[in-house]
């Protein structure tokens, strides 16, 4: 399986990858989370990314390109699905050649769409607890789910740049600059679309529906 998940910040890209990762025996590559590593671990593309990424804007294509073509060197034939990557039509046409190159073709492209008024809330209240990594929302998680954290000495955690400034450039930014490629994958007979309002395991079955069609 070789997909893209596409969708606003907050749609749920990565928490719905992960589950079809595990499901499905694919790698997730998901720039976000390996931007957010450099930026841990004090390297030197950390120190060029993390201003840029903490203002809510996109870092440069040659930057997420190599991340991408590093990933998909390591995962040999395996299944891929990729999560915030591309990121504008650019990217999109990159990849495209990309993956020509090594001959391992696109099945699809995800579109997960949810309103931009409940962005905002999900994005608000993201958390991540500590101790396990798991991800919560102050808005949305159980009190039970919150204190399970909490009450074994976790902290719940807030991505820098889930703060209101960068959100808003967020959304911006997407709708700007990432909504164009899905005429791109429109065009291209590879997009299919998911409503991703709705809890994470309502979601998760549509996903599943669409792809077994
Ligand atoms: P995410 O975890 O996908 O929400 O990404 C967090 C931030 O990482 C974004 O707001 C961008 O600053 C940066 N980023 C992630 N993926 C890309 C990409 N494909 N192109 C450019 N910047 C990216």
Redesign the pocket.
Known sequence: MRLILMGA?GSGKGTQAEKLMNEYDCHQI????L?RQSIESGSDLGHKVQK??SE????SDDI?LDLIKNQLSEIGDDGFLLD????NIS?AKSLKDLLETINKPLDYTILINVPSEILIKRLSGRRTCSLTGKTLNIYFSSQSELDECLSNGGELLQRE?DNEDSIIK?IEVYEEQTEPMIDFYRSAELLLTVDGQGPVDEVYLGLKKLMEL
Do not use: A, F, H
């Open positions: 910040p998901s720039t976000g989370v931007l840029i990424m809510g804007l996109l870092v997420v915030g990557y591309p990121r990217q740049d967020r």
